[in-house]
């Protein structure tokens, strides 16, 4: 059977040197979220790179790609070919520590990357619900509880945690905004009860930029998206409602607070974060480009608003060859995009 170019790009990506895959290399973005200057507990911070890890990353970035401003993309995609180094930089949900050390870093190697903020967050200052959960999973008392739409669960000793707490955070994000929103309201109640303020100091990784400091960071050069108004998933268990606003909303308030919003970027991301009628929405909240967290390359001939990106992990070492490799993922991309036609 002849493999796919993708699969031998696959494999190849793991066993051959840079130099003989970068012929295959094509425009690619790449994500982050936080960085922090030291991780205390990685089960919690599970969004946030370590300050030494993320200035390898950009330092290698810098050397090897040319990184350039997404005002840049429209032109890319017309020749691709041509763009075999080329990155777009990104981070999601408008973490505080994008301000006080992501940006510097940044700074420094004159790298452009823009940042996808969730509105009502930074509005409220109200903690990522998925990272409330994992706070309720992680540290609430040993007990029997009933959450809302979960039903009844046992939390039990320390080394049962991350588990009980992956497998919950999945069964929450399937859920719909409202019933969600009552399941994470029962498990901070259950936290504030104890040391959630506590918690909520020792994890101030996971705290929101305010306006003003998304507007610094606009000043600094940074370009800011929408990466909807609530963090949560906006799959087809959403009303059409719901991902209306949360299309809308976003664009409205960056406008307002900022300038300009032409980007938006799901969160979550995956397949199974993105229904046929979020895209939808949030092309006709009039964004240029939408992106998903779905591995792939950017070419003309994938949807604007179900753009591929790499989510990168805390260490990289083999960048120079994954980058080019990620083209591999575009047989899957465009599959599912056959599926959510309008
Ligand atoms: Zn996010």
Redesign the pocket.
């Known amino acids: 059977m002849v493999k796919g170019l993708g699969q031998l790009l696959r494999g190849a990506a793991s066993r051959l040197p840079a130099r003989l895959l970068r012929p295959f290399g094509r425009p690619v973005a790449l994500l982050f979220?936080g960085v922090e200057a030291r991780i205390v507990d990685a089960r919690v911070q599970t969004n946030h790179h370590d300050l030494a890890g993320f200035s390898d990353i950009v330092k290698f970035l810098k050397g090897n790609f040319d990184v350039l401003p997404l005002s840049a993309l429209k032109e890319v995609l017309r020749h691709p070919a041509r763009h075999r180094r080329s990155i777009f930089l990104m981070s999601?949900?408008g973490y505080a520590n994008n301000l006080t050390e992501a940006a510097g870093i940044l700074a420094d190697f004159a790298l452009p990357w823009t940042l996808f903020v969730?509105t009502h967050h930074i509005d409220s200052g109200r903690r990522n619900p998925a990272f409330l959960a994992r706070l309720f999973f992680l540290f609430a008392p040993d007990e029997h509880y009933v959450i809302p739409h979960l039903g009844p669960l046992e939390l039990g000793p320390p080394a049962s945690r991350a588990q009980a707490a992956a497998r919950g955070i999945a069964r929450l994000k399937a859920l719909d905004a409202a019933r969600a929103d009552e399941a994470v309201a029962t498990m901070e109640a259950v936290l504030a009860e104890g040391d959630l303020a506590a918690l909520l100091e020792r994890f101030r990784s996971d705290a929101f930029l305010t306006w003003p400091q998304v507007a610094a960071l606009a000043r600094r050069g940074v370009e800011i998206g929408a990466?909807a108004h609530f963090?949560w998933p906006m799959h087809g268990g959403q009303t059409k409602d719901y991902l209306i606003r949360q299309a809308r909303l976003p664009r409205a308030r960056i406008e307002a607070e900022i300038g300009p919003c032409r980007y938006f970027a799901y969160?979550?991301?995956n397949t199974p974060d993105i229904g046929r009628a979020a895209w939808q929405a949030v092309r006709d909240a009039g964004y240029d480009y939408g992106f998903t967290t779905l591995s792939g390359s950017l070419d003309a001939g994938i949807n604007p608003w179900l753009m591929p990106r790499y989510g990168l992990r805390f260490r990289e070492p083999r960048l120079a060859s994954l980058v080019p490799a990620l083209r591999a993922g575009n047989p899957r991309l465009r599959a599912w995009q056959r599926q959510m036609r309008d």
């Open positions: 979220h999601d949900d969730s990466h963090h969160p979550f991301g």
